[in-house]
């Protein structure tokens, strides 16, 4: 059982062809499923499922992984889920390109057309219903606001039953079984993981993923101008900008960014998406639509990486023998675990709870240090600026709340 973490298939291909390599297995078998939305019509109807089961043999199980999903600090104030985590990064992506929120809100909906025009014709998509292009980031009763900037359109859907996996072989087995007309390889391999999240001091971008894209492609002896289709991990907008940024890619460029139609519109199960994904670049090579494809894989908040290149061309026959490590970003923000005083918004979040529009920001002090800050929006100034302004770069008072939290006072 593998750990958790959208990077987690790629990973295991990169395992299985070392193991393959070292003489310690011959065929190797990846396999995921998740059936999320018959436990959901489940849980809706009151009905219970077994699902246990006692396999024969031996299992091992390589843990959660989970140890940098839950930041304490940020459930503290409300930010809890990746779905109010990512929209803060996504605010300060947007900062950096120099835009304001409703053309913003437009350039998201012009990075996932080509998702959803993917996924349009993907014949195993999971949904009926994929959103026409001017659809995506057009707020409706349909296309609600589910963490600002994002809408529904734009975020994974984890509600699915979906299931992908791929054979991993021997070359010479390959050969010896009559299939090595159909063999592709895994030319090149990276992976890498991110500082803590906290720790990060720019919100808008990952060294680690621009690495990992970066080493693959060394790895494979290739340019991302040698790649002839991508299939970018898409759980939310910010991580398909940052992929694209990595790799050099325009809005407009003819090269697909999605073989499946990505984790918002062909369906986003959990950790396997990327196994839909190689198990696509494995499929239209072998159907000689493209010769080299690259599937990017992450997890947690933009936290572990893996890349992979996939080719008819084959690379070292051990991935693994001679992986550089990513050495990290080399710098780190300290945060205030007590601060009373001014500070200026570095990003923010606004959430929805019964009681009102909550409003969590990451601010940075006089000294230099990171102030998490969070309360529910009242009439004045500061909602103004929420509502019809950009609160990023404004100056407000902020004092502590609980323990180890604090709360926004207002403008300063």
């Given amino acids: 059982y593998a750990t958790a973490g959208g ?54 199980d390589h843990g959660m992984g989970l140890e940098d999903q839950f930041v304490p600090a940020l459930a503290a104030h409300k930010v809890v889920a990746p779905i109010d985590i990512y929209p803060m990064m996504e605010h300060k992506k947007r900062v950096s390109r120099g835009m304001n929120r409703a053309d913003y809100l437009t350039y998201l909906g012009d990075v996932l057309k080509p998702l959803a025009d993917a996924a349009r014709v993907n014949p195993i998509t999971m949904f009926e219903t994929v959103p026409e292009s001017q659809d995506i980031s057009a707020v409706s009763g349909r296309n609600r606001v589910v963490g600002d900037p994002h809408l529904k359109s734009m975020v994974a859907k984890d509600g699915v039953n979906q299931s992908a996996a791929v054979v ?10 009559g299939l090595e007309q159909r063999a592709v390889f895994l030319r090149g391999f990276a992976e890498a993981t991110e500082q803590n999240l906290l720790d990060r001091v720019d919100w808008s971008t990952s060294p680690a993923l621009r690495w990992t894209y970066a080493n693959a492609l060394s790895a494979a002896g290739m340019r991302a101008d040698d790649i002839d289709a991508f299939d970018i991990y898409s759980c939310f907008p910010v991580a398909v900008i940052e992929a694209m940024e990595a790799l050099g890619l325009e809005l407009g460029d003819e090269r697909p960014v999605s073989l499946t139609g990505g984790l918002p519109f062909f369906g986003g199960p959990g950790n396997n998406y990327s196994m839909h994904g190689i198990a696509s670049a494995v499929s239209a090579i072998q159907e000689d639509r493209y010769a080299n494809v690259l599937v990017g894989a992450l997890g947690g908040h933009m936290s572990k990486h893996a890349v992979g290149i996939y080719s008819r061309t084959p690379g070292a026959a051990d991935p693994r023998a001679h992986e550089m490590r990513f050495e990290g970003a080399g710098n ?19 959430k929805q ?26 009439p004045g100034d500061l909602s103004d600026l929420c509502v019809d302004g950009d609160p990023i770069g404004a100056k407000v008072l902020i004092e502590p709340a609980a323990e180890n939290t604090h709360r926004v006072v207002g403008l300063a």
């Fill in 168 to 177: 991993v072989m021997q070359y010479g087995k390959a050969c010896e079984l």
């Fill in 7 to 60: 990077q987690s298939p790629q990973q295991y291909v990169a395992t299985a062809c070392s193991e393959i390599a070292q003489g310690r297995a011959k065929i190797v078998v990846l396999c995921g499923a998740e059936a999320i939305a018959t436990m959901r019509a489940h849980q809706r109807s009151g009905d219970s499922l077994d699902w246990s089961e006692s396999p024969e043999g031996t299992s091992e």
């Fill in 353 to 378: 709870l019964p009681e009102g529009s909550w409003f969590a920001a990451l601010a940075i002090n006089e000294a230099g240090e990171r102030v998490i800050a969070a309360s529910l929006l009242e």
């Fill in 332 to 350: 780190s923000r300290a945060l205030a675990s007590e601060f009373s005083g001014s500070a200026v918004i570095e990003t923010f979040v606004i």
